[in-house]
């Protein structure tokens, strides 16, 4: 995942948790704040009840690589809370799971039928 994709400040993330509504989907509270702008940018907070350093940062590169192998328009901010329920999972379920929300959310680039043929 490119830094210009990562969404870290962390004022950004008190301002959209404080004024959108989350979309709860399994073990994940997902965040979307639209906004016209020239990229996406993806936040993760991993609690501290989830683990010691080293699993959050694992369960954070997991989350990573999934959204990278998808596109994504380039209209939002998004923060994903991990709850604790997914220190069960493997990581082809986690993959699922996030790949539904993100479905539901509709934030995924449309593909074209016109492109294909």
Do not use: W
Request: with cysteine; aromatic share 12%; proline share 1%.
């Amino acid at each position: 995942m490119k830094k210009k994709n990562i969404l870290k400040d962390s004022s950004d993330f008190n301002r959209i948790i404080k004024d959108f509504n989350p979309y709860k989907y399994k073990d994940y509270i997902i965040y979307i704040e639209r906004k016209n702008q020239e990229n996406f940018k993806f936040g993760f907070s991993v609690g501290k009840k989830i683990g010691n350093a080293v699993t959050r940062n694992k369960i954070k590169r997991q989350l990573k690589a999934i959204v990278d192998k998808k596109d994504y328009q380039n209209n939002f901010n998004c923060i994903i809370i991990v709850g604790r329920g997914v220190l069960m999972r493997t990581f082809k379920e986690m993959e699922t799971n996030l790949h539904e929300a993100f479905g539901s959310l509709n934030i995924y680039k449309e593909e074209n039928n016109e492109e294909k043929e």
